[in-house]
C-alpha cells in the first residue's frame, strides 16, 4: 500500500482505546502522546535530494536527481534500498522508506528505515556511467552513509554489482574506517551473504507455507472457534489441492515458484506465472524447474512462443499477461511490481489467498474491498522480508568478518520469520483486523514503547 500513513493513523486509533497499552500515558497526556505518534511516525527524519553532476562517455555533463530518505532511527541506523528508475519520485521513496521502518520493527530488526532512489532509465547508460552515477551518489551523500548512520541496498534496477561499486567508494572517501557493513547486498566476494539472492523469494514462499501447513495444523481447533472471516478462508483450503498463480518470474517470483513446486507438506499445483509479455497456463501444473532454467539461460525471460514450450519439451498455453490475475485459482503470489490489483480489476479477483512478494502490490482501495471480501492478504511487511533479515546478517558477517554457511543462512532466516508470525498470527486470527493492520499495529507498539522509554514521547 503506497498510503501507509492511514495504516498508521489507524494503528495508533486502535492503540490510543487499548489502555493496557502504555498504561502510564491517560486522558489528556494519552491523546496528545498519540498525536504525537502520529507525526512523528508519518513523517520522515529527513529527505536528502542532490543532482548528481556526471560526465557522460561522450563529454556532455548531466545533472542526474537523486535521493536518499531517512525515515526513522528509533531502533538503529536507517536501512533500505536504493532504486534506479525512471520513475522515481520522493513521495515513492518516503513511502518506501516508512515501509522499511515498520518492516524492521515488526521482525525485531536492528534498523530504522530508510530508502534511496535514482531518476534514471539504467537501459539507457554505459557501464562506466553507472559506475560513475553510483560513485556519485556515495560522494554526494557521504556525510549521512555509514555502517552505523544509514546502510542502503540493492532495489529496482540496482544489484550487487552497483553495492560492490558503491562500498568501494564508501571505503575510499572513508580511509581506514570499517566499510564492509556500509551497504548489504553485495557481491560474495566483496563480503555478500551466502543466500541473499534467493532470501526473499524464499521468504515469501516460507511466509506462506507456515501460515497454510504449521500454524493451521497446530491452531485448527482454536481456529474453528473463532468466528473469524480469514480464519474461515484459510481453513476452507486446508488439505486441498491448491491452485497458484504466480505474476512475475524474476528473482522473487522464480524462487518462490521453485519453493512452492518442491513444497511436501502442502498440495501445490502451479497453474500459471507470468512475465512482462507473457503468461503460461496449464491446468495441470506448470514444469517450475524447467521454466527456471530457461528463465536463466535467456536473460530471465519466459519462453514466449510455442516453438520455444515445444524445443524445450514445456507442456503450456500462452495467454496474456494481465490475464494471470483473474484466473481461477487458490492463491494469488505477487512477485512483479507495485499497484497491480486496483479499482479497476479488484472485483475480478477469484483467488481467496494472496502474498504480497512485490512492494504494495495492491492498491488502499483494492486492499480494503478483498479483505472486506475475507480474501486473506499475506503483506509484503510480513511476506517479503528475507532480503532485509538476510541483509542483517550480511551485515553482522561484515562485522565479524566471519561468513554463515547458506544453510545457516536459510535457518537464520526461517527461525526469524517464525518468530514473527508466531507473535502476530494468533493475535490476528482472534481480531478482526486485516493482516496488514495487524503487522502495523504491531511495529507501532514496538517504536512507541521504545520511544516512550526513552523519554522522547509526550
Ligand atoms: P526482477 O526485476 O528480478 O523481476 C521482476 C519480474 O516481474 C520479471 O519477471 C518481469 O518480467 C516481471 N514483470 C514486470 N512487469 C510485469 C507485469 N506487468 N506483469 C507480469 N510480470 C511483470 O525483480 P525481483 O527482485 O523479482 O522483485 C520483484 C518485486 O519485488 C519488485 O517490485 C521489487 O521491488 C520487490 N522486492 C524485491 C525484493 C528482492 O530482494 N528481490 C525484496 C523486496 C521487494
Known amino acids: 500500500m503506497s498510503e501507509n500513513n492511514t495504516v498508521i493513523e489507524e494503528s495508533l486509533t486502535a492503540l490510543l482505546e487499548d489502555e493496557s497499552f502504555l498504561p502510564d500515558l491517560k486522558a489528556q497526556t494519552r491523546r496528545q502522546a498519540f498525536k504525537s505518534l502520529v507525526a512523528i511516525l508519518s513523517t520522515p527524519n529527513h529527505i536528502h535530494k542532490s543532482f548528481l553532476r556526471v560526465a557522460l562517455e561522450d563529454g556532455?555533463?548531466?545533472?542526474?536527481?537523486?535521493?536518499?530518505?531517512?525515515?526513522?532511527?528509533?531502533?538503529?541506523?536507517?536501512?533500505?534500498?536504493?532504486?534506479?528508475?525512471?520513475?522515481?519520485?520522493?513521495?515513492?521513496?518516503?513511502?518506501?522508506?516508512?515501509l522499511m521502518t515498520l518492516k524492521n520493527a515488526l521482525h525485531e530488526l536492528p534498523f530504522g528505515g530508510g530508502k534511496g532512489g535514482v531518476i534514471i532509465d539504467p537501459r539507457e547508460y554505459s557501464v562506466k556511467e553507472?559506475?560513475?552515477?553510483?560513485?556519485?551518489?556515495?560522494?554526494?551523500f557521504n556525510d549521512i552513509l555509514g555502517p552505523d548512520k544509514d546502510i542502503p541496498a540493492p532495489d529496482a534496477g540496482t544489484g550487487e554489482r552497483e553495492m560492490d561499486?558503491?562500498?568501494?567508494?564508501?571505503?575510499?572517501?572513508?580511509?581506514?574506517?570499517?566499510?564492509?557493513?556500509?551497504?548489504?547486498g553485495k557481491s560474495i566476494i566483496n563480503g555478500g551473504s551466502l543466500g541473499r539472492k534467493e532470501a526473499t523469494g524464499k521468504g515469501v514462499y516460507f511466509s506462506f507455507r507456515y501460515l497454510m501447513h504449521n500454524f493451521l495444523n497446530d491452531n485448527e481447533k482454536w481456529l474453528r472457534e473463532q468466528d473469524n472471516l480469514f480464519a474461515e478462508t484459510a481453513l476452507s483450503k486446508k488439505d486441498r489441492k491448491l491452485n497458484i498463480a504466480v505474476q512475475g518470474f524474476g528473482n522473487l517470483g522464480a524462487v518462490a515458484a521453485k519453493e512452492a513446486f518442491k513444497c511436501n507438506e502442502l498440495q501445490n499445483n502451479i497453474v500459471a506465472v507470468s512475465d512482462r509479455d507473457v503468461m503460461l497456463y496449464n491446468s495441470d501444473g506448470l514444469d517450475i524447474p524447467a521454466?527456471?532454467?530457461?528463465?536463466?539461460?535467456?536473460?530471465?525471460?519466459?519462453?514466449?512462443?510455442?516453438?520455444?514450450?515445444?524445443?524445450?519439451?514445456?507442456?503450456?498455453?500462452?495467454?496474456?499477461?494481465?490475464?494471470?490475475?483473474?484466473l481461477d485459482?487458490?492463491?494469488?503470489?505477487?512477485?512483479?511490481?507495485?499497484?497491480?490489483?486496483?479499482?479497476?480489476?479488484?472485483?475480478?479477483?477469484?483467488?481467496?489467498?494472496?502474498?504480497?512478494?512485490?512492494?504494495?502490490?495492491?492498491?488502499v482501495k483494492a486492499d480494503?474491498?478483498?479483505?472486506?471480501?475475507?480474501?486473506?492478504?499475506?503483506?509484503?511487511?510480513?511476506?517479503?522480508?528475507?532480503?532485509?533479515?538476510v541483509s542483517y546478517l550480511e551485515w553482522i558477517q561484515g562485522r565479524d568478518t566471519q561468513f554463515y554457511k547458506e544453510e545457516q543462512i536459510y535457518k537464520l532466516l526461517f527461525d526469524k520469520m517464525q518468530k514473527t508470525m508466531d507473535t502476530i498470527l494468533p493475535q490476528f486470527f482472534g481480531d478482526?483486523?486485516?493482516?496488514?493492520?495487524?503487522?502495523?499495529?504491531?511495529?507501532?507498539?514496538?517504536?512507541?514503547?521504545?520511544l516512550f522509554r526513552q523519554g522522547k514521547l509526550y
Open 60 to 98: 556532455t555533463i548531466v545533472r542526474v536527481p537523486s535521493f536518499r530518505v531517512q525515515h526513522n532511527d528509533t531502533l538503529g541506523p536507517y536501512k533500505g534500498g536504493i532504486r534506479f528508475h525512471e520513475s522515481v519520485n520522493e513521495e515513492e521513496v518516503a513511502n518506501l522508506a516508512r
Open 130 to 140: 553507472l559506475n560513475l552515477i553510483c560513485k556519485k551518489y556515495v560522494q554526494y
Open 165 to 184: 561499486w558503491m562500498m568501494a567508494e564508501y571505503k575510499n572517501t572513508h580511509p581506514g574506517l570499517p566499510y564492509r557493513g556500509s551497504f548489504t
Open 291 to 326: 521454466l527456471v532454467r530457461y528463465a536463466q539461460e535467456h536473460g530471465g525471460s519466459l519462453p514466449d512462443s510455442n516453438t520455444a514450450l515445444k524445443e524445450n519439451e514445456i507442456k503450456a498455453v500462452i495467454n496474456d499477461r494481465d490475464e494471470l490475475l483473474e
Open 329 to 363: 485459482v487458490d492463491v494469488l503470489i505477487m512477485a512483479a511490481l507495485e499497484n497491480q490489483i486496483h479499482e479497476e480489476n479488484m472485483d475480478k479477483i477469484q483467488a481467496q489467498i494472496i502474498v504480497e512478494g512485490a512492494n504494495a502490490p495492491i492498491t
Open 368 to 389: 480494503k474491498y478483498l479483505s472486506d471480501n475475507g480474501i486473506l492478504i499475506i503483506p509484503d511487511i510480513l511476506a517479503n522480508a528475507g532480503g532485509v533479515i
Open 432 to 450: 478482526p483486523f486485516p493482516l496488514r493492520q495487524n503487522c502495523y499495529i504491531h511495529s507501532v507498539m514496538k517504536l512507541s514503547t521504545v
